[in-house]
């Protein structure tokens, strides 16, 4: 199983979502412990204080173990220098990918400002993975407009939708070719329908794991149980939890 949406612990910044400590060592051993071959790993602090120095932690984390763990950087978008970091991440660092969250980082989708970022991350063959589900900013049919700017890109709704955006979540991901959807706080009613009802290659599952109060990020151990209750094929679970997630790591995703 491949993890598309896991979390650094809250280092610099604490917040609501600040959990426990846990080092790598201590997020391989949950990933074992619930059969969790590989995990993308997004920035905690970095979601609220975007500077450099918050991918270099997250690039330290996962060069633990780079077969295991992904990860995904982040940056000011505004910043004069956004593209240039996005460069830096993807050579300098090794990350893969580009983690944005625009209800928490202030800006708009539609923003300009953005169209360099992308076009960098591309360049490098990255991946953007952007929160959603929380109108006014991370709405999917924002998210796609990106998309559809950037279409050689893969971008992922990091959510699904959540409960209020979920149904949106679904026609976008049916309607762009570079947008895949992360089932990963969609409510379980809503998981099961994007599963009949989306193309087949572009789910992907995450648990949020990493912002919990234990190590042992039980919350997230519960959500993987939680797939048992969907009524899924077998092949829908093998799509969504392996071969979907290899493919865009791997650069072989094609809109």
């Keep these: 199983m491949i993890d598309f949406h896991t979390h650094t612990p809250a280092w610099r910044t604490a917040t609501w979502l600040g959990g426990t400590p846990f080092g790598a060592d201590d997020f391989v051993a949950f990933m074992d412990a619930i059969g969790m071959e ?35 950087g982040t940056v000011s978008v505004r910043a004069p220098d956004a593209a240039a970091e996005v460069d830096r991440m993807m050579t300098g660092l090794g990350l893969r990918g580009l983690k944005l ?31 959603d589900g929380t109108p006014p900013y991370s709405t999917p049919s924002q998210i796609a ?36 959807l992360c089932i990963c706080g969609t409510p379980p009613y809503a998981a099961r329908r994007i599963l009949a009802d989306a193309p087949a290659h572009k789910v992907l599952f995450g648990t949020d794991a990493g912002l919990s109060d234990r190590k042992s990020q ?9 797939i048992d209750g969907w009524g899924i094929t077998e092949d829908q679970r093998r799509a969504m939890l392996v071969d979907n997630p290899q493919r865009l790591l791997s650069g072989e995703a094609t809109p």
């Design 218 to 226: 039980d919350y997230a151990a519960a959500r993987v149980v939680e």
């Design 101 to 131: 969250h625009p209800w928490l980082q202030g800006f708009s989708m539609h923003e300009r400002s953005l169209d360099p970022v992308c076009e960098a991350l591309t360049a490098h063959g990255g991946i953007l993975l952007s929160h």
């Design 38 to 72: 590989q995990a993308v790993v997004l920035s905690h602090d970095g979601l609220f204080d975007p500077r450099p120095e918050t991918n270099d932690e997250l690039a330290a984390f996962v060069r633990r173990y780079p077969d295991r763990l992904h990860g995904f």
């Design 145 to 180: 407009a990106l998309a559809r700017r950037h279409p050689t890109l893969p971008v992922v709704l990091g959510h699904g939708g959540l409960h209020d955006c979920w149904r949106e979540a679904l026609a976008m991901t049916r309607e762009t070719a570079n947008l895949y």
